[in-house]
């Protein structure tokens, strides 16, 4: 069974500019979640998405937005980059909702000059 | 507001040692779910362990072992005999039930660095 995929595995951007990242849970995993990491900061969540709509959000501004699409797959965007946006992106997938173990992908590392 | 703490920041034994990793959380709820994570270099978590906040249970599994005590808001984990593979950024995390149900969100402590030299 595939994991969780996501690409661009790298992605150099500057800023300013916007990006889209992309991640294909697990078949049959309907939760996907998102997750940035940066050395200051660690592991922060930004969203949750389950059957297409928003369930959860972290504190991050309105520059980053997601969805999720009818096949579960999932897009986060990131409007207007800042060179603190630099970080790994992490998304994880589970079959659904609440408390259950997250299967992450190897992430997009985005690096804003 | 939920939180992690993990007090520990690098750790390095020599191969065939036990390490214990510590891991502290605060919550209001009575119901939520305490999950370890392991990030080798590549990137990518891998889960290792799942509890929920009515089973204090204890487990071993092959090296690893938790412990998991409410009293004190703990959730360490042990592994025994260390292996130079067992070298990544450990993660506790922490995952709520509030009042409109379950959700995915973790909380994360900042991870422990763990080497293991041969």
């Known amino acids: 069974k595939a994991g969780v995929t996501q690409t661009p595995r790298y992605l150099i951007k500057t800023r300013g500019q916007q990006v889209t990242l992309s991640c294909s849970p697990i078949?049959?995993?309907?939760?996907v979640s998102w997750y940035q990491q940066t050395p200051g900061q660690g592991l922060q969540f930004l969203f949750e998405y389950f059957s297409e709509t928003q369930r959860n959000k972290g504190n991050f501004p309105g520059r980053f937005s997601g969805r999720q699409f009818s096949n579960s797959r999932s897009e986060m965007n990131v409007s207007t980059l800042e060179l603190g946006d630099s970080a790994l992106y992490l998304c994880?997938?589970?079959?659904?909702?609440?408390?259950?173990?997250?299967?992450f992908g190897s992430g997009t590392q985005l690096s804003v000059l | 507001a939920q939180k992690v703490t993990q007090a520990q920041t690098e750790i390095s034994v020599v191969e065939k040692e036990d390490v214990t990793l510590d891991c502290v959380y605060e919550?209001?709820?009575?119901?939520?779910?305490l999950f370890w994570y392991k990030q080798p270099p590549s990137g990518e978590l891998v889960f290792l362990i799942r509890?929920?906040?009515?089973?204090?249970q204890n487990e071993i599994s092959g090296r690893y072992s938790w412990n998991f005590q409410k009293s004190t808001s703990s959730f360490n984990f042990t592994i025994t005999a260390s292996q130079v593979v067992d070298s990544a950024v450990y993660f506790c995390?922490?995952?709520?039930?509030?009042?409109?149900?379950?959700?995915?969100?973790?909380?994360f402590g900042k991870g422990i660095t763990l080497s293991v030299r041969p």
């Open positions: 509890r929920n906040s009515f089973d204090e």
């Open positions: 995390a922490l995952s709520e039930s509030k009042g409109t149900g379950a959700n995915s969100k973790l909380t």
């Open positions: 919550t209001r709820d009575t119901t939520y779910y």
């Open positions: 994880a997938s589970s079959v659904n909702r609440g408390g259950e173990k997250l299967f």
């Open positions: 078949s049959g995993h309907r939760s």
